[in-house]
Nanobody, 120 residues
Framework: DVQLQASGGGLVQAGGSLRLSCVAS????????IGWFRQAPGKEREGVSFINSKDGNTYHTDSVKGRFTISSDNAKRTVYLQMNSLKPEDTAVYFC?????????????WGQGSLVTVSS
């Protein structure tokens, strides 16, 4: 079974940093892109950052460029999302997912959410 286990969320003050981790199992790691999505209360799920672990290509949505970095450790089957200079508007439940592209519709496998709260 495909499983994605996210961890690393928490409460942080504005300007602080957090690192999310997503451990994948049940599939060949390079067969899918891994994406981080987030969903704030009352808002639609938003794609944040994506990585193709096979070639290392990454993509970040404009609102997090320069602040978030996605990376992967293929040996550990783990994808990380390093989040720096956090803002209150980054507060959301963050999900990792396996699939293709940069839209949620392209992702068929999802981990449980990890809550990130940024206080002002």
């Amino acid at each position: 079974d495909v499983q994605l286990q996210a961890s690393g969320g928490g409460l942080v003050q504005a300007g602080g940093s957090l690192r999310l981790s997503c451990v994948a199992s049940g599939f060949t790691f390079g067969d899918y892109a891994i994406g981080w999505f987030r969903q704030a209360p009352g808002k639609e799920r938003e794609g944040v950052s994506f990585i193709n672990s096979k070639d290392g290509n990454t993509y970040h949505t404009d609102s997090v460029k320069g602040r978030f970095t996605i990376s992967s450790d293929n040996a550990k089957r783990t994808v990380y999302l390093q989040m720096n200079s956090l803002k209150p508007e980054d507060t959301a439940v963050y999900f990792c997912a396996a699939g293709f592209g940069t839209r949620a519709v392209g992702y068929g496998y999802w981990g449980q959410g990890s809550l990130v709260t940024v206080s002002s």
